[in-house]
DNA sequence: CGTCGGGTTGACCCTTTTCAAAAAAAGTGG
DNA sequence: CCACTTTTTTTGAAAAGGGTCAACCCGACG
């Protein structure tokens, strides 16, 4: 049912001699283990004021492969992560395999904030992409808040808009039909991508497996893959290749039985 | 599918005589509306500090009566309102009137905190019970946590641990079987109203109708009526009469499929 | 050139929904 | 305290939306 193929981020990294200049770039302020490309279609375009807050504390960099965890569900995370390039996702995990994403993560989304400082997260991140993060200890935020009190509410903003996303999310699943599901999150993808990117294209890149997207929206692979023809047969969307093509947006929207704009906001 | 016959929570309330004193006792700080009585399950009883320092910054109180809206998920809401005395919920509601109930809202509860000042809230609320709430105006929320650093990372906290709620709700409603999500959720109300009014008994006041026990669960409240035949016959769980009684938490657990003590971190 | 991760498809099955209807409970007003 | 109404719970039968399973296809990659 899952891709159980997620490697431990603690493993060492073999980056081909061709990418050490990017490399390079990459590692800016700290040790952090850094590699890969970074022209990846989620770039950490435009900042809005809370974030740019949030990430002036940031402490140093880290970035990741694909396919590898950025969070242990069951430990307690020392850092919080800002996504400052690609595709990652949080999820939870079932001990029989299950598995359901809870977010996909787009440059500017923090991760791995936790209510009690020494509880495990309940939660798992793992990079879809090769991701890039800002990381920001978690005994700091306190600190850092006492002197900088607008940072708190920085803070306290930006998990709330993450929360209305989950929320958005559960009434999808719980209440939506696979087609509207499909549509809704697709809908959404576009919008937040073209919102952190800062482009407005029919098209952006999405390097999403249906997999992926089915334990998004709790279905399995094989029915968002005939769901998604249902939707290119219909005119709406193409998702091929790793491309989504917004054919109609009003349409889509109307499939996904949200209101245009619902995901706008996010990118505000 | 759904109870639409919420009524608007301006109406006038027509509190019986006998109601008088228990009005009186409730009408503390301010000239709010107060109403019917308050010795309900459901009540404040033991704080923790976070709590305590966003309650202590409360104007006033609210009451609701049962079946009221307390929050309208299209307007911007003025309020941030802290249960202080009985059971509410949070939800949304689709033009086609599907609802998905998002949360159970208890005694010390958070509801409405806005990401954005002047935007609708996204969700709404409703009183399921008579429901008390302490009142904090959402534009002062800035105000204090510039003074008050650690009443903004209360908030934070408190946005937090209900994200993680959501996010549990979630993976229940995408990846579990209706039995699994029954279990789930009654095992994690048991939880939490015994955390918060500090019993321990085997049984618990739980005024929930099976709709909307369906509707937290993405099921009909036809497939909960037959689901929750089949816990009774198992000798699991009974829930009667607006009772609910846990025969036997540990199976209970292993049926939900979560880790015994997932909810009890909320009560702390 | 052979393996491997994804995508695609069809047939079949099963969990859950839908619909109709009745019984039980809970309010409401007199 | 009793009729009367409205919710809520319960049950059965039938339909359907998705899941399961078994293949096969395809391009990427070593």
């Given at each position: 049912?899952?891709?159980?193929?997620?490697?431990?981020?603690?493993?060492?990294?073999?980056?081909?001699?061709?990418?050490?200049?990017?490399?390079?770039?990459?590692?800016?302020?700290?040790?952090?283990?850094?590699?890969?490309?970074?022209?990846?279609p989620f770039h950490f375009k435009k900042g809005n004021a809370d974030l740019?807050?949030?990430?002036?504390?940031?402490?140093?960099?880290?970035s990741f492969r694909p396919h590898t965890e950025m969070l242990n569900q069951n430990e307690i995370a020392r850092d919080v992560l800002m996504i400052v390039d690609g595709l990652a996702c949080t999820y939870h995990l079932l001990d029989d395999g299950r598995r359901q994403i809870l977010?996909?993560?787009?440059?500017?989304?923090?991760?791995?904030?936790a209510g009690s400082p020494h509880a495990p997260l309940g939660y798992a991140a793992a990079a879809i992409t090769n991701v890039a993060v800002a990381v920001l200890p978690q005994d700091r935020l306190l600190p850092i808040a006492r002197t900088n009190p607008d940072f708190a509410m920085s803070l306290t903003r930006a998990v709330i808009a993450s929360q209305a996303l989950s929320q958005h999310h559960l009434?999808?699943?719980?209440?939506?039909?696979?087609?509207?599901?499909?549509?809704?999150?697709?809908?959404?993808?576009?919008?937040?991508?073209?919102?952190?990117?800062?482009?407005?294209?029919?098209?952006?890149?999405?390097?999403?497996?249906?997999?992926?997207?089915?334990?998004?929206?709790?279905?399995?692979?094989?029915?968002?893959?005939?769901?998604?023809?249902?939707?290119?047969?219909?005119?709406?969307?193409?998702?091929?290749?790793?491309?989504?093509?917004?054919?109609?947006v009003d349409r889509l929207s109307e499939e996904a039985g949200v209101e245009p704009g619902l995901f706008l906001s996010q990118a505000a």
């Open positions: 049912m899952i891709n159980l193929s997620v490697r431990r981020s603690s493993e060492p990294s073999h980056p081909g001699a061709a990418h050490a200049a990017l490399q390079q770039m990459a590692t800016e302020e700290s040790g952090a283990l850094c590699l890969e490309a970074f022209g990846s740019d807050a949030i990430r002036r504390h940031a402490l140093g960099r880290r977010s996909f993560c787009l440059p500017g989304d923090l991760i791995g904030i009434t999808n699943v719980g209440r939506r039909t696979a087609r509207e599901r499909v549509a809704s999150l697709l809908l959404e993808l576009y919008c937040r991508v073209q919102g952190v990117s800062g482009t407005a294209a029919g098209e952006i890149q999405l390097p999403l497996t249906q997999e992926e997207i089915g334990d998004a929206l709790g279905l399995t692979h094989f029915h968002v893959n005939r769901v998604l023809r249902a939707l290119r047969n219909d005119h709406v969307v193409e998702f091929v290749n790793r491309v989504l093509r917004v054919l109609d």
